[in-house]
């Protein structure tokens, strides 16, 4: 059974650009969260896509938004990148996380570095 | 809001004995999950362990176990006779059972050395 797949698995991008990270999750997962880890703040939450829909959303800019497909991989997009966006971004995937129960399974990231 | 404390920035100890992690964490709400994740340099986080809050029982794992205490909200990891393979950051979590409003809240972690 897949695991979830993050890419790229590198990323090295210039301030003001933008980028665009893939996650897809494991088969039959219809829950997708997205997390940033960095030294300074820990780990992160983002938001959460359930069936396409944003269902839950942390405390970040509006230059973070991300969307759900409708075979559940999800994308995430940062716009006009700073300094401070430099992270790694991790993606959880679970079969609903609205029940704990059913755990969440990460995948491996995306390291983005802003320069 | 929730808050997850890990007062041990790093651990050290030695192959096969037993090392004890320490977890705290702070919540209004009476029914949630707590969770320990492990992460090595791979980086993907590897679930280790959950425990749900109205279960008395504390959770266990082969060879980790919980030590989970809702009155003094502590949730401290074991991990017996250690292996090399168990060196890498341990984290905390919490997730409010009423569905994942604000995800999974993670502590800073734990950094486990483990010495052959």
């Known amino acids: 059974k897949a695991g979830v797949t993050q890419t790229p698995r590198y990323l090295i991008k210039t301030r003001g650009q933008q980028v665009t990270l893939s996650c897809s999750p494991i088969?039959?997962?219809?829950?997708v969260s997205w997390y940033q880890q960095t030294p300074g703040q820990g780990l992160q939450f983002l938001f959460e896509y359930f069936s396409e829909t944003q269902r839950n959303k942390g405390n970040f800019p509006g230059r973070f938004s991300g969307r759900q497909f409708s075979n559940s991989r999800s994308e995430m997009n940062v716009s006009t990148l700073e300094l401070g966006d430099s992270a790694l971004y991790l993606c959880?995937?679970?079969?609903?996380?609205?029940?704990?129960?059913?755990?969440?399974?990460f995948g491996s990231g995306t390291r983005l570095t802003v320069v | 809001a929730q808050t997850v404390t890990q007062s041990q920035p790093e651990m050290s100890v030695q192959e096969a004995e037993t090392v004890t992690l320490s977890c705290t964490y702070d919540t209004s709400e009476s029914d949630y999950y707590l969770f320990w994740y492990k992460q090595p340099p791979s980086r993907q986080m590897i679930l280790v362990i959950r425990?749900?809050?109205?279960?008395?029982q504390n959770a266990t794992e082969n060879r980790f176990s919980v030590n989970f205490q809702k009155a003094a909200k502590s949730f401290s990891l074991k991990i017996s006779d250690s292996q090399l393979g168990d060196a890498a950051m341990y984290f905390c979590a919490y997730m409010y059972s009423g569905g994942g409003a604000d995800g999974l809240t993670f502590g800073k972690g734990t950094h486990l050395i483990i010495q052959p």
């Open positions: 425990q749900e809050a109205y279960k008395q």
């Open positions: 088969s039959g997962h219809r829950s």
């Open positions: 959880a995937s679970s079969l609903d996380s609205a029940d704990g129960n059913y755990g969440y399974t």
